[in-house]
C-alpha cells in the first residue's frame, strides 16, 4: 500500500454464528460467517473499491486462517494482521427475531481480538492512511485498547482522520459506566463519528431517542472535534449533522428504505463503509462538508446501502466492484 488515498480498519475480526432455524429434531443451527465492525468495514469497503488494510488479531485456528482467507478473498490487505498463539478466535452468536432484530452472545475469555498489543500496530501504514476506522470494541481489554490509543496517536500526529463506530456491545463491558468514559475518551479524538440513536442516548444519559436532531445536536456541543456525526436510527432511517467552522449546522435526514428485513448484523458497518467510501472518493472531510449537496449525496448513498443490506443473511451483502 504505497498510494493514497486508502483506509485503514484496526480491531476485531470473529465469527458470528448466525442462528437459521432448528433441524428435524428441533435442536438450534447456526451458520458460521466472518464478522467484526471493523473488519466487516474493511471488506464493504474493498469491495466498494476503496484500498483498504486491516490491523487486528485471530487466534491460531481454523476460525482465525477463515478470517484471513475471506479478508485476502475481498482485496483487504491482511500483512499487519496478527496471529495470537494458544487463544482462541473470538465467538459471536447471534439470534435473529421474526423482523431480523439481533441479540448477542459471546465466547471472548479472552478473545483473540483483545490480545493485539500497540507493537503490533504497523505506524506507516497508519500515517500515510486518509483515514483511520475504529470502534469501541477495542476498549473492553487493557492490551487491544492500548493498541487503538497508540494507533490514534499515530493518526493524529500525521493529520490522519480518526472515525469511531461506537458499537457498543454492553454485554462485552464489566461496568457501563466505565464503557460511556472510554468511549468518550475515544470520541474526543476522532472527527467522523456514526452511532446509533441508542448509543447517542446511553452517552448523553438524558438523550431523547424521540429527538435524533437535539440529541445528536447536544453530542456535538460535548465532542467539538467532530465535523461529521451519522445517528442511525434502524427502520427510522438515518441523519447526518456536520459543521464547517464559522458555519451553521448542516442536517441531512435519510428516511429507510422499506425492505423486507432477513438479518439486519452488518447494516451499521455497510453504512460506516459506504459513508468513508465516499467522504475518500471526494478528496477528504472537508470536500464533503463543503456544501449541502456533497453532504446529501454522502448521506442519501450510506443510508440506501445499508438500507438494502438487511435483505440477505451475513454481515456483508455488497457485492463486489
Known sequence: MNQAPYAVCIGE??????????????TPIFEQNPGGAPANVARNLARLGTRVAFVGAVGG????QF?????????????????????PTTLAFIHLDPEGERSFSFVRSPGADTCLR???????????AAVLHAGSLSLTHPASSRALHHAMDIAAAANVMISFDVNLRPLLWDDLARARR??????????LAKLS????????????????????????AEFPNIKLLAV?????????????????LREVRVPAKRMVAVDTTGAGDTYCAALLHRVLAAG????????????????????????????????VTIHRR
Open 13 to 26: 475480526a470473529l465469527i458470528d454464528f448466525l442462528s437459521i432455524g432448528r433441524n428435524p429434531s428441533g
Open 61 to 64: 485456528d481454523a476460525f482465525g
Open 67 to 87: 478470517l484471513r482467507d475471506v479478508l485476502d478473498a475481498d482485496g483487504v490487505d491482511t500483512t499487519s494482521m496478527v496471529v495470537v498463539p494458544g487463544v
Open 118 to 128: 500497540p507493537e503490533d500496530v504497523p505506524p506507516g501504514l497508519v500515517a500515510r
Open 182 to 191: 472510554e468511549i468518550a475518551t475515544a470520541l474526543t479524538r476522532c472527527q
Open 197 to 220: 440513536i441508542e448509543e447517542v442516548c446511553f452517552l448523553l444519559q438524558d438523550g431523547n431517542k424521540l429527538d435524533a436532531h437535539n440529541s445528536g445536536k447536544s453530542l456535538l
Open 232 to 248: 442511525t436510527m434502524g427502520a427510522e432511517g438515518s441523519l447526518v449533522l456536520a459543521r464547517n467552522p464559522g458555519e451553521s
Open 284 to 315: 477528504g472531510l472537508e470536500q464533503v462538508l463543503a456544501s449541502e449537496a456533497t453532504l446529501r449525496e454522502a448521506a442519501n448513498f450510506s443510508g440506501n446501502l445499508a438500507s438494502y443490506s438487511v435483505m440477505d443473511r451475513g454481515a
